[in-house]
């Protein structure tokens, strides 16, 4: 009997061990590089891989959700700062109201790219649904967003 119970308390440690690795994000130093360079004062960012060859440190400034993509490379992709729905531009809530009745706005975003062009997304629920909207800075509609998984870690880089 002790032996079946140091087994299976053995069988449990590998599959706990193996089950922390996968979660784990191996952020290349590139782009840690460039996040730390871009935000010298942010230390608890959380690192999420979206791809095989793009991350995305999300992490708090100025009690605002953030978050900057950055590729392998350490290239900057796009950051993406938490902002309002009053700031949102003109005619997107309307856009919104028109075209997705019984949608409501529940997260809004600000994104700027790495060339500094600036649009807003919004995403809206209904019911268990999700969608991301996409605008202009004038708040002309520009596409819907697929919604990614991503593997993510609770890991902090410091």
């Given at each position: ?49 979206v ?62 790219d ?32 697929e ?12």
């Amino acid at each position: 009997m002790k032996k079946l119970i140091l087994l299976f308390v053995a069988f449990a440690l590998v599959i706990s061990l193996s089950a922390q690795n996968k979660s784990e994000v191996k952020v290349t130093e590139k782009a840690k590089a460039t996040f730390a360079k871009l935000y010298p004062d942010v230390k608890d960012v959380k690192w999420v891989e979206v791809s095989k060859s793009e991350f995305k440190a999300e992490f708090k400034k100025d009690s605002k959700a953030m978050a900057t993509f950055i590729d392998a490379e350490g290239n900057l992709i796009k950051t993406k700062s938490e902002i309002s729905k009053s700031v949102l531009p003109k005619g997107v809530e309307e856009f919104v109201a028109k075209n997705y009745k019984e949608w409501a706005i529940t997260k809004t975003a600000k994104v700027v790219d790495a060339k500094g062009v600036v649009t807003f997304e919004t995403q809206i629920t209904k019911e268990q649904m999700k969608e991301n909207l996409m605008f202009t800075k004038d708040g002309k509609y520009i596409e819907k967003k697929e919604m990614k998984e991503t593997k993510e870690t609770n890991k902090k880089t410091k």
